[in-house]
């Protein structure tokens, strides 16, 4: 995933969670589970060693053709397995395993390609999975061909075992989520709706289960999604020599734009994910904090209540839209008035609003008509107007997705509950919520916040937390399709 | 090198004196075709040698001077060219007189800044000459007055000229950057070459000391001070972030706001000898409220709404006081994430009589946020938490051998246009010879409309009936000054 789940990571370094149970009970294995954890470890390994970064080394075609033949393999006839892509080196995965057509399908997503990684930053080669400590290492462990593995391992148990799901099962692994040209799920959204289509989505890119020093805090469901936003707020001058400073200066018409815009909050705002995240949440915590939870639940909010948990930068970013500078970049020599000043800013914005309601509210906080603020869009044009869309409105949380989940996270981890969450913004769930699709992101890797290596280096994820997530995926499908 | 103050002189003036100032040939100035021709011919023999630091060649600029002065009769004891490396020579000539007196030095730097061709509407390093100008890089930064210091050396050496003491001259290496500054060098290594009593330097404000106004004199600066120049890097550091997750804690506002108390900081008035005639002589040529307010300001104590007013106008500000001002920003390393680092470069001008450091501890209690660290980022990039105690040089007296026939020569060649003393914004080479205790004073009798300065940029351009003129000036003045 592109964005952080850091924020929602985050957030449980302040919980405290009495009910948390210390040890996970895992669920009776199946016969073959053994069996489904080579699987799963063998479809990692080969996923990791196959170079799938944007960089002309990368080539996400290998990868999904890797997957196909797996498929393949196991049973799965050659038309419901598609390779297909805009290009050649980024082609998309789409099986699909059949079922009784009771319900309309779920559609399950998971990018293949990975954030680059250089083998001189990290202690091992980055494109080989490595054992060690209890840990799986290499680029992707974590995001995303760990969840990948999974979603596979488990299509391919399913269709060895003959199970007829009471809906499709389809799954698309595919490219450029990390960025790049070519974004997968886009493209079969909008070139191959009919092998997509289905009731809702499934997206495994994220960790599920937060633990603190390795005890599980609680289980996320991220359900909606703040959207991602850059800024480039600019301030150009005629310069001249500083030997004679002017009063108009561009880096102090810029610093004092920022210094307002430091100064300025969004409007607290929830919607029906993160008031049920605050409702859940305020019982399992205790104290000021569930109090203030509660108060700002009601109408109208406590401004105290609001003021006191926004100390808390996860709660401040939960219940508002964000806008921080993170950039600078002005003038050209020491001894010259800069001629240009400019600013990255950064957004997250609430689902509702739209990248150019928030482009026209900077201009309002930054007051100076000399700075000028542009969308930098994710290609790094810079536009002199921002999209007009809005981000999605949650969708509901359907009881065909949540009862199972409920079910089998009390199985799994006794005790954990399940929280709907919002997410930072600007994964692939942005594009099947834009073509209408529910969609809900999950998978059941644990995984200290501490410790999260996403898009850095030595990127790893826990041996015994891969094996049970395996089995957790397995059954969760099972569930989701039984009837 | 320095840029001048002068814009703002020169635009004020131009009603009061446009009368007087008209460049009308002077009755006593005797054509002196010869030494017109052989100074464009040292002016373009200088300028088609590239002596930019990158690939070119200061030695060669020497080596070709040093062989006019031993072809016209100055024997090769008194041609020295001399340096630290193979490219970085200098020339320096001795003129000798009855010793009378002491010896004045003349100075000026054969290097020249970068340029590219492309950049240029003419090939920089050929002296074109188009409607009424001399281009070329160097044809004011200070090709010219290397041409102009030479041919009068020459011209006096064929006349058979008894000057009352040695005049010796010395054109250098690395004045605009690089590692082997000539006059430095010069001053460390063969102080017995160059010691005199006064120095002039051709390099005045930016090669010129007379600022025009559509090729109409307007006034005649005389550097008699220069101010010291400072970089400082303002650092604060945060351990950063997702920037999903904004903190108050933030690099960039905390360096923003400290650049806004930088940005709203006035250092106090000080006026020396050199900026108190300044303003004396210049409240001389203006009425009204301006002219009130240069009085005002000479007095003591000095009168606050004065000041404020004055301080309006950029180039007197930077006369009043030390300035600094933000040049440069950096900050955060994607966009995505909270920023790691936030960065600025303030540029300092200080007064004589201060220390970088004092500015740098100046700068911290301005900032108010003991998390901004201020360095000291010396020229050649070294960046160091303390900055030199040493005080920038007080300024040369008014030496009356120097100011009076400078007067005298400048009524003579410009009838009215007044000679005012002048604090320069910016390093000269000057800062050695007065760091060596020898008083300096930037002269040269080239004019430059304020509007028109291309130094160190394109198209660099001289008029051609300044140069031709400041040829002359120089010879007049340098008599004026070694006369018996």
């Not at chain 1, 105290?304 to 020599?333: E, F, K, M, N, W």
């Amino acid at each position: 995933m592109i964005a952080s789940r850091r924020a929602r990571a985050a957030a449980t370094l302040f919980l405290v969670i009495a009910r948390a149970a210390g040890s996970a009970a895992a669920p009776p294995a199946l016969p073959d589970a053994t069996a489904s954890d080579a699987l799963a470890h063998a479809l990692l390994k080969q996923l990791v060693e196959i170079n799938t970064t944007d960089s002309p080394r990368g080539n996400v075609t290998t990868a999904a053709e890797a997957m196909a033949q797996q498929l393949r393999t196991a049973g799965f006839p050659a038309a419901d397995i598609h390779v297909l892509g805009p290009s050649a080196r980024k082609k998309n995965l789409v099986v699909r395993l059949r079922g009784s057509g009771a319900h309309p399908a779920v559609l399950l997503i998971g990018h293949l390609d990975v954030v680059e990684a250089r083998r001189e930053d990290w202690s091992t080669d980055p494109f080989e999975l490595i054992e060690r400590d209890g840990f799986f290492y290499g680029r992707g462990t974590l995001d995303m061909k760990g969840p990948d593995a999974l979603m596979v391992a488990a299509l391919v148990r399913l269709k060895r075992e003959g199970f007829t799901p009471a809906r499709d099962i389809i799954l698309a692994l595919t490219a450029d989520e990390e960025g790049g040209a070519a974004n997968g799920v886009a493209w079969l959204l909008e070139h191959h709706r009919e092998l997509v289509d289905a009731q809702f989505v499934l997206s495994g890119d994220d960790y599920s289960v937060l633990t603190e020093h390795g005890r599980p805090l609680f289980f996320q469901l991220v359900a909606s999604e703040k959207v991602y936003a850059d800024y480039q707020l600019l301030v150009t001058n005629k310069g001249g020599h500083s030997s004679e400073p002017v009063p108009d200066n561009a880096i102090y018409r810029l610093t004092r734009g920022l210094d307002r815009l430091a100064a300025y909050e969004f409007p607290f705002e929830l919607n029906a994910v993160t008031r049920e995240y605050y409702r859940r949440l305020a019982r399992i915590e205790s104290g000021q904090r569930a109090a203030d939870m509660r108060a700002i639940l009601r109408e109208p909010p406590d401004r105290q209540a609001l003021a006191r948990l926004s100390q808390d930068p996860v709660d401040h970013s939960i219940t508002r839209t964000t806008c921080v500078a993170t950039r600078l970049d002005a003038g050209h020599a020491n001894n010259a008035l800069p001629q240009r000043a400019q600013a990255v800013v950064n957004c997250r914005i609430l689902p509702g609003h739209s990248p150019e309601e928030i482009r026209q509210r900077l201009v309002d906080v930054l007051a100076d008509p000399a700075i000028t603020v542009s969308y930098l869009a994710s290609d790094g044009r810079l536009l002199a107007k921002a999209p007009e869309v809005r981000g999605f409105a949650p969708p509901p949380l359907l009881p065909e997705v949540l009862t199972p989940l409920d079910q089998l996270v009390a199985q799994t981890w006794p005790g954990l509950t399940v929280i709907p969450s919002m997410s930072a913004g600007a994964s692939d769930a942005t594009h099947t919520s834009a073509a209408g699709l529910p969609t809900y992101t999950f998978s059941p890797l644990t995984i200290d916040p501490d410790d999260d290596r996403e898009h850095g280096r030595d990127e790893r994820i826990g041996v015994a937390s891969f094996y049970q997530a395996n089995e957790f995926m397995y059954n969760y499908l099972k569930l989701l399709t039984a009837h | 090198m320095g840029r001048p103050y002068l814009r703002f002189i020169a635009t004020a003036l131009v009603g009061t004196l446009a009368v007087q100032a008209s460049p009308a040939p002077d009755p006593d100035a005797t054509p002196a075709p010869a030494a017109d021709a052989l100074a464009h011919d040292l002016y373009r023999e200088l300028i088609e040698i590239n002596t930019t630091d990158s690939v070119g060649n200061v030695t060669a600029a020497s080596a070709a001077l040093a062989r006019r002065f031993r072809a016209a009769g100055f024997p090769p004891a008194d041609v020295l060219v001399l340096g630290p490396n193979e490219r970085k020579k200098n020339l320096v000539v001795r003129l000798h007189g009855t010793g009378k007196h002491k010896p004045v030095l003349l100075i000026g730097h054969l290097d020249v800044v970068e340029a590219r061709r492309e950049d240029w509407s003419t090939d920089p390093f050929k002296l074109v000459e188009k409607d009424g100008y001399f281009y070329g890089r160097g044809a004011l930064d200070m090709k010219a007055g290397d041409a102009i210091m030479a041919t009068t050396l020459l011209r006096m050496k064929q006349e058979g000229y008894r000057s009352s003491r040695d005049i010796v001259l010395a054109l250098t290496a690395d004045e605009e950057g690089g590692c082997c500054n000539g006059v430095e060098w010069l001053v460390r290594n063969h102080r017995e070459l160059i010691d005199a009593e006064f120095v002039l330097n051709h390099d005045g404000l930016v090669g010129y000391s007379i600022t025009s106004e559509h090729g109409v004199p307007q006034e005649f600066a005389l550097s008699a001070t220069e101010k010291m120049y400072a970089d400082y890097q303002l650092t604060v550091t945060n351990r950063g972030g997702h920037s999903s997750l904004p903190r108050a804690d933030n690099a960039i506002y905390q360096l923003a706001q400290g650049l806004l108390n930088i940005g709203h900081y006035a250092f106090p008035v000080e006026l020396n000898d050199v900026t108190r005639g300044y303003f004396e002589r210049m409240a001389a040529t203006r009425s009204g409220q301006a002219a009130a307010d240069m009085r005002a300001i000479t007095r003591s104590p000095v009168d606050p709404s004065a000041v404020a007013r004055l301080s309006r106008e950029p180039e007197l500000n930077s006369l009043l006081r030390t300035t600094c001002v933000a040049t440069r920003l950096e900050g955060g390393h994607a966009n995505n994430a909270l920023p790691q680092r936030a960065q600025a470069v303030v540029n300092c001008r200080i007064l004589p009589g201060h220390s970088k450091e004092e500015v740098r501890l100046e700068l911290v209690r301005v900032l108010d946020d003991a998390s901004i660290t201020v360095r000291y980022v010396a020229d050649d990039g070294t960046v160091t938490d303390r900055a030199p105690d040493q005080r920038a040089i007080a300024p040369s007296p008014l030496l009356p051998q120097v100011v009076k026939p400078l007067e005298s020569t400048v009524a003579a060649l410009w009838p009215g246009l007044p000679v005012v003393p002048f604090m320069n914004a910016s390093a000269t080479d000057g800062i050695y010879t007065r760091g060596a205790g020898l008083p300096t004073y930037g002269v040269a009798g080239i004019a430059v409309d304020a509007d028109d300065m291309h130094a160190h940029g394109r198209d660099e351009r001289v008029r051609v009936a300044a140069f031709y003129r400041g040829n002359e000036f120089f010879y007049r003045y340098l008599r004026a000054v070694t006369v018996q």
